[in-house]
């Protein structure tokens, strides 16, 4: 078994691709011509987005919209960098959120979290071990 892909339930398919294109220069794989379903290229395993209705088809009681969510979901998307400074103010400047300013761990990893407008919370970090290991 592996994990094949992530897909995060959205407001808007197409937006959501076009801010992680914009803010992390993540690659569109596709977007369904209905509009409810998108991948990004992101190596190994596919980031994919589907929209809160396609969501509302496969899930009868309902799910938790990440977007309309104070806090953010109990989960986080990591992408991984050689310069968290760097991708973490682009990502503000392409609009989303600050939610944790990049800092460095005892480990060695840098890591700060941005939320993005549909919701979605990003780790930007480095490789784990390419400053030490934990």
């Known amino acids: 078994m592996k994990l094949g892909y992530t897909i995060v339930y959205v407001p808007d398919v197409a937006a959501s691709l ?3 294109e914009k803010a992390f ?7 369904h ?5 998108g991948e990004l290229n992101t ?6 987005f589907a929209s809160h209705e396609l969501g509302d088809l496969n899930f009868p009681g309902g799910h938790v919209q990440a977007d ?4 953010p979901l109990g ?15 682009k990502a503000i400047a392409a609009g989303a959120r ?36 934990p």
């Open 18 to 20: 076009e801010f992680f």
């Open 75 to 89: 989960f986080e998307i990591a992408l991984v960098t050689g310069d968290v400074a760097l991708a973490h103010s």
């Open 43 to 48: 190596g190994e395993t596919t980031l994919s």
């Open 98 to 133: 600050e939610w944790a300013a990049p800092v460095a761990k005892p480990w060695g990893q840098v890591v700060s979290y941005v939320r993005c407008p549909d919701g979605i919370l990003v780790e930007l970090c480095t490789p784990i071990g390419a400053c030490g290991t």
């Open 25 to 31: 220069g993540l690659a569109r794989k596709f977007l």
């Open 33 to 37: 011509e209905s509009g409810t379903y």
């Open 68 to 71: 309309a969510s104070v806090q």
